[in-house]
């Protein structure tokens, strides 16, 4: 079972920019699959950008150019660079990771996502 651990959050005006950070621990999957997703207040979650095993990346429409996804294989690390933040973009924000790769959705996310951190908190100001 793999744990991920979320860090980076805050509060920004629009236009600003935030680094966020997931940590795996426990047992690292050797074919993953890993993105963030986000849940705003009072709506679903959604996916913002997966990256597999070999580095393909994948991107919602609403992030893309602003928002870039990597990763460091020695710290077991998943990142998210966010800049040009909007208002839109106050969410909750998730790691997520999947056992296997299975490819994208297409809409930000890897396929079977199966484990999920607790979130940190991004909050954008007009």
């Known amino acids: 079972q793999v744990q991920l651990v979320e860090s980076g959050g805050g509060s920004v005006q629009a236009g600003g920019s935030l680094r966020l950070a997931c940590v795996a621990s426990g047992y690292i999957y050797n074919n993953y699959c890993m993105g963030w997703v986000r849940q705003a207040p009072g709506k679903g979650r959604e996916g913002v950008a997966a990256i597999n095993s070999v580095g393909s990346t994948n991107y919602a429409d609403s992030v893309k150019g602003r928002f870039t996804i990597s990763k460091d294989n020695a710290k077991n690390t998943l990142y998210l660079q966010m800049v040009s933040l909007k208002p839109e973009d106050t969410a909750m924000y998730y790691c997520?990771?999947?056992?296997?790769?299975?490819?994208?959705?297409?809409?930000?996310?890897?396929?079977?996502?199966?484990?999920w951190g607790q979130g940190t908190l991004v909050t954008v100001s007009a």
């Open positions: 997520a990771a999947a056992a296997r790769d299975y490819g994208f959705t297409g809409r930000g996310e890897c396929n079977a996502f199966n484990a």
